[in-house]
C-alpha cells in the first residue's frame, strides 16, 4: 500500500494547525513522524484515519482518495492504533481482535471459521494467543497494546497507522513493539515520542514543528544534532548502539 498525502492543510477553529504537508509512505516502508508536543503529529495522523477531514489537500492510498470511500472499505485498506485504544474492559481478549473483522462482515452477519482463524492468527503474531479467554480488563499496558495490535491486524489492511503506541509501555514492552511493528511488512506510518525509537526502527523519518514539515528522508541523513537543537531544543549526539549497531541518540539538556 502506497500512501500520498499532497498539500494538506487542517484548521480547528478556524486556527491553522497543519499547512502545505506533502508526505509519501512507499509500500512495506516503516515512516515514523516525530516532532515537539504540539507540532501536529496526531493531527496528521487523524487526517489518515478520518477522524478530522483536512481543509485542503488530499490523502491517498494507492492513488485513491481516502476520504471518498465508503467507511468500510476505508477500513479495510488501513487500521490504526492509538494511544488511548477505546474498548470495552470486560470484553475478552478474543471478543477484542474479533472487532477488527467487523469492515470484512455484512451488518448482521456473524463471524465465521475464517474471521476465528484470522483472529486467533493475529493472537499469535503479537505473542497473546494463549490469553485469547481473558478479560481485556486484567492485561498489563503491553499486553494491552499487542492486543490493539492484533485488531489491527485481524482487519487485513496493508496500512498500519500508530499514534504514539508505546506511551505509558515499560523499556521491554516497548522495545518488543516496535520490533515486532517493525516485522510486519506492512506499510506503517507512526508517530513515536522518542527520537532514538525514531532512529533505530524507521526507514525514514519526517520531522514536523510549528504544523510544517522541516525535514524528511533517512534517519542517518535527517536526525543530525543541528535539526534535533534546532527542533527540539536540545543538545544530541549521534552514534551507533553498542550492542544493536543501530543508529542511536544520546539528549541532553541545552548549554545556558
Known amino acids: 500500500m502506497r500512501l500520498t498525502i499532497a498539500g494538506l492543510s487542517v484548521r480547528i477553529d478556524d486556527h491553522p494547525i497543519l499547512s502545505d504537508i506533502e508526505l509519501t509512505a512507499e509500500p512495506g516502508e516503516f515512516v515514523a513522524l516525530i516532532g515537539p508536543n504540539g507540532s501536529g503529529k496526531s493531527t496528521l495522523l487523524r ?7 483536512p481543509a485542503g489537500g488530499i490523502v491517498c492510498l494507492d492513488g485513491d482518495d481516502l476520504w471518498a ?16 485504544g477505546d ?5 475478552s481478549v478474543a471478543e477484542v481482535v474479533t472487532m477488527g473483522r467487523t469492515p470484512h462482515k ?20 503479537v505473542g497473546m494467543g494463549a490469553q485469547a479467554g481473558r478479560l481485556f480488563s486484567t492485561l498489563s499496558g503491553g499486553e494491552r497494546q499487542r492486543v490493539l495490535l492484533a485488531r489491527a491486524l485481524a482487519q487485513q489492511a496493508p496500512l498500519l497507522v500508530l499514534d504514539e503506541p508505546t506511551n505509558h509501555l515499560d523499556i521491554r514492552a516497548r522495545l518488543d513493539l516496535l520490533d515486532l511493528v517493525r516485522d510486519l511488512g506492512l506499510t506503517v506510518l507512526a508517530a513515536l515520542h522518542d527520537l532514538d525509537h525514531a532512529a ?14 522541516a525535514a524528511g528522508g533517512p534517519p542517518p541523513e535527517v536526525l543530525t544534532p543541528e535539526l534535533i537543537a ?27
Open 87 to 91: 474498548v470495552d474492559a470486560e470484553l
Open 47 to 53: 487526517t489518515v484515519y478520518r477522524a478530522l477531514r
Open 230 to 256: 534546532q527542533v527540539f531544543g536540545v543538545r544530541a549526539h549521534i552514534g551507533s548502539h553498542p550492542i544493536t549497531g543501530r543508529p542511536h541518540i544520546a539528549v541532553a539538556s541545552p548549554l545556558e
Open 69 to 84: 470511500m465508503r467507511h468500510r472499505e476505508a477500513a479495510r485498506r488501513r487500521a490504526v492504533v492509538t494511544q488511548h
Open 200 to 213: 533505530a526502527y524507521a526507514d525514514r523519518v519526517v520531522v514536523l514543528h510549528n504544523g510544517r514539515i
Open 106 to 125: 455484512g451488518l448482521l452477519e456473524r463471524e465465521d471459521g475464517t474471521d476465528r482463524a484470522i483472529v486467533h492468527s493475529s493472537l499469535e503474531r
